[in-house]
Structure formats: C-alpha cells, structure tokens
C-alpha cells in the first residue's frame, strides 16, 4: 500500500539505519543580487520571522523576494535623501563652500535615511 506521499509521486531513500527518508528538495530559483538592504532583511526573518523565511524558501521565491525588498528601500532611501537635502537647504555650493559641513550634515541626513528605512521595511 502506498503512503499519501508516494500517490502524489514523492519518493524515498533509504539511510543507514534503515529508516526511509523523504526525497525533498528545494525549487530552484533564478538567482537575482540581492543588496545590503535585503542581505539585512534576510537575516531579520531567519531571527524573528522563521516560519515566513522557511515558506519563502521552500516556496523557492526567497531570492526574489529578497530582491524585490533590497529594490524597493534602496529606492526609498535614495528618495529621504533628496527630500532631506531639500528641506534643509543642502547644495552644491554648500559643498563647495563649507565641505566640512556639508559632509556632517549629509551624514546625518543619511543616518535618519537609513533609520526610516529600517523602520518602514528592514525590520518589520
């Protein structure tokens, strides 16, 4: 009599002991890069998420997903940025002016960028 298993066309393999193991394996997925962003959202989800990032995984969509995510921050981090220079006044000839400034003003704006982002989609 076959196992439920073995109807829907699964398979076994026998180990060292004897026991029947199921034959699983993971779909494969085209590999996309996945950037900073979703390398840290990933590492999110296998910690506080496991059962999202096991479905994912299984499901074979993980990379794309990862990517999807890694896109959509860099996209909205890129976005603060310019909406905060803007609204502080930031310019090139600030730049040019007092670089020193410039730079510690940009680092702070990049700073709360990055926070914003981690908040809205890294971290949820």
């Known amino acids: 009599m076959k196992s439920m298993y073995e109807e829907m066309g699964g398979t076994y393999h026998e180990d060292e002991h004897g026991c029947l193991i199921p034959d699983l394996k993971i779909p494969e997925e085209e590999m996309v890069p996945v950037g900073l962003w979703g390398q840290r959202h990933k590492r999110f989800l ?3 998420k496991p059962i999202l990032y096991s479905e994912l995984l299984l499901e074979g969509c993980l990379n794309r997903y990862l990517a999807t995510i890694d896109e959509q921050a860099q996209d909205r981090y890129d976005l603060l940025i310019d909406q905060m220079k803007e609204r502080q006044g930031i310019t090139e000839q600030l730049k040019m002016e007092a670089p020193f ?3 510690g003003r940009m680092n702070n704006i990049a700073a709360c960028a990055r926070e914003i982002v981690n908040t809205e989609l890294i971290y949820t």
């Open 101 to 103: 400034e410039w730079v």
């Open 46 to 48: 296998k910690e506080h």
